[in-house]
């Protein structure tokens, strides 16, 4: 198999690891891409489901003003489902701008369990990143 790079968050109670984020803008959308694959910490007592998100925010401390929750691999892919060993794939989720007005927004990304929305912990292990109240905050998106 081929190597694997070193992810940049490792969601453990999760079984996950995000290897990677891109954010592409154009046309007043902004493309959120997660790379994930399965990690190989306590995989067999670990939760079955899982639900993926990219937020923008204002404000962190109110509601997110654009997002997109899905289940990763477009909703066919929930962590139980990832087969070992995972080589990993790429989600993408995209939010529409259009409809916001001009300010610096906060980009964040992570997993919660789809039953009672309890996310799942981060831990930054790379990249420029910081988590804060179970998500990890990815970019700052300007748009004017």
């Given amino acids: 198999s081929a ?13 996950v690891l995000l290897e990677s984020v ?10 959120v891409r997660l790379a994930w694959r399965a990690s190989d910490v306590g995989r067999l007592a670990l939760p079955t489901d899982a639900v993926a ?5 204002a404000d962190l401390g109110q509601p997110p003003v654009a997002q997109v929750d899905v289940r990763p691999g477009r909703g066919a892919l929930p962590p139980s489902n990832w087969a070992e060993p995972v080589s ?20 964040a990304v992570g997993l919660y369990e789809p039953t009672t929305f309890a ?8 990249g420029a990143y910081e988590e804060r109240d179970g998500r990890v905050l990815v970019a700052e998106i300007i748009v004017d």
Avoid: I
């Fill in 88 to 107: 990993g794939f790429t989600d993408e989720f995209v939010l529409d701008l259009t409809s916001l007005a001009p300010g610096t927004y906060t980009l």
């Fill in 119 to 126: 996310r799942f912990a981060p831990r930054v292990v790379g």
């Fill in 53 to 57: 998100f990219a937020h923008l925010y």
């Fill in 22 to 31: 891109e954010t592409v803008r154009e046309n007043g959308r902004l493309t």
């Fill in 3 to 15: 190597p694997v790079g070193e992810p940049v968050v490792r969601f453990d109670s999760a079984g």
